[in-house]
């Protein structure tokens, strides 16, 4: 079956430090690949998507790059913020939107 | 534009109390699916619905019930609440199409004494 692996937290950074949450995944066909953030107490938003491969998703300055020949929908950010510490999910949903499948979850906390 | 709405936030039970869950969606989709939080656990996906009359079983389905009588609510019901149970509950919706994302309401914490 389809499945997520993410690199185990927490991840503990400084302000303006660079990010990389590895994700990669096992699914049959092509999926669409997502990536969540939970902040403390609430939901889970989306942070941004790719469907297809070599797609690039981006928002609020973090980035992933869709990579079929390595299975991986790595999360980065340049610099990232007190704000930034969070809860984050990478996901994915096979074909026919009925199978959305999560990773563990990587939690980040960025000190001042 | 409300989104997914649970309720309540917050519920502490005690074990063998039944109890349902709401939530209801304004979105006009077609699937929404119910999921469990614990520590480590990541996202488990408890029970699933991808159209009125029609429900089906996730990961961890033991001890919940759902039944979907509308395309907007999709209750989640314990029939006999275990300590076990204790956990943050999400419910999503989504359309039906693999591109597109889920979208989540604020969870309820449920602890069972």
């Known amino acids: 079956g389809n499945s997520v692996t993410q690199m185990e937290g927490p991840v503990t950074l400084s302000e303006e430090a660079f990010l990389t949450i590895n994700c990669t995944y096992t699914?049959?066909?092509?999926?669409?690949l997502f990536w969540y953030v939970q902040y403390p107490g609430e939901g889970l938003q989306l942070l941004l998507k790719?469907?297809?491969?070599?797609d690039k998703g981006s928002n609020k300055g973090f980035e992933a790059t869709y990579r079929k020949e390595t299975t991986s929908f790595h999360l980065e950010k340049g610099s990232v913020q007190v704000s930034d510490s969070a809860v984050y999910f990478c996901?994915?949903?096979?074909?026919?939107?009925?199978?959305?499948?999560f990773g563990p979850g990587t939690r980040l906390s960025v000190l001042p | 534009n409300a989104g997914v709405t649970q309720t309540p936030k917050f519920q502490v039970l005690k074990t063998g109390q039944s109890m349902t869950l709401q939530c209801a969606q304004d979105?006009?989709?077609?699937?929404m699916s119910w999921y469990r939080q614990d520590p480590g656990m990541g996202l488990r996906l408890i029970h699933y619905s991808v159209g009125a009359g029609i429900t089906d079983q996730g990961e961890v389905p033991n001890g919940y019930n759902v039944s979907r009588s509308t395309t907007e609510d999709f209750p989640l019901r314990l029939l006999s609440a275990a300590p076990s149970q204790t956990s943050v509950y999400f419910c999503?919706?989504?359309?039906?199409?693999?591109?597109?994302?889920?979208?989540f309401g604020q969870g309820t914490r449920l602890t069972v004494v």
């Open positions: 979105m006009n989709h077609e699937y």
């Open positions: 996901a994915l949903s096979d074909n026919y939107g009925q199978n959305f499948v």
């Open positions: 699914a049959t066909g092509y999926p669409s």
């Open positions: 999503a919706s989504r359309g039906l199409t693999g591109d597109t994302e889920a979208f």
């Open positions: 790719a469907t297809k491969a070599d």
